[in-house]
């Protein structure tokens, strides 16, 4: 099992960068395939990015795709977002999950084959 803790978030310009950072508490976080999320209000929760567990494989929503880099550090437990250029309609409450490979190993972009979630942590765009 693992935990997981957001933190990063903020109130930022359009145009502006934040820097989004995920900790995981318990064992083996190389097991874990990670990504992140965001629902905006009165939104469904939708992919935003995700890596795999030795950082090999990246995916990323069209949306984000060029100002957005997920990444990791396994010796530390932890994975983070860099959010570049960012945009009003990016403003969200940002989810970090993962997803264990030893009963899904191939690396998702869907909701529902994320096995742990954070609380968030909030992202405003302010235009």
């Known amino acids: 099992q693992v935990q997981l803790v957001e933190s990063g978030g903020g109130l930022v310009q359009t145009g502006g960068s934040l820097k989004l950072s995920c900790a995981a508490s318990?064992?083996?976080?190389?097991?874990?395939?990670m990504g992140w999320f965001r629902q905006a209000p009165g939104k469904e929760r939708e992919f935003v990015a995700a890596?795999?567990?030795?950082?090999?494989?990246?995916y990323y929503a069209n949306s984000v795709k060029g100002r957005f880099t997920i990444s990791r550090d396994n010796a530390k437990n932890m994975v983070f977002l860099q959010m570049n250029t960012l945009k009003p309609e990016d403003t969200a409450v940002y989810y970090c999950?993962?997803?264990?490979?030893?009963?899904?190993?191939?690396?998702?972009?869907?909701?529902?084959?994320?096995?742990?979630w954070g609380q968030g942590t909030q992202v405003t765009v302010s235009s």
């Open positions: 890596l795999s567990r030795r950082g090999f494989t990246t």
């Open positions: 999950a993962a997803q264990d490979v030893r009963t899904q190993l191939a690396l998702t972009t869907r909701r529902s084959e994320y096995d742990y």
């Open positions: 318990g064992r083996s976080f190389s097991n874990y395939n």
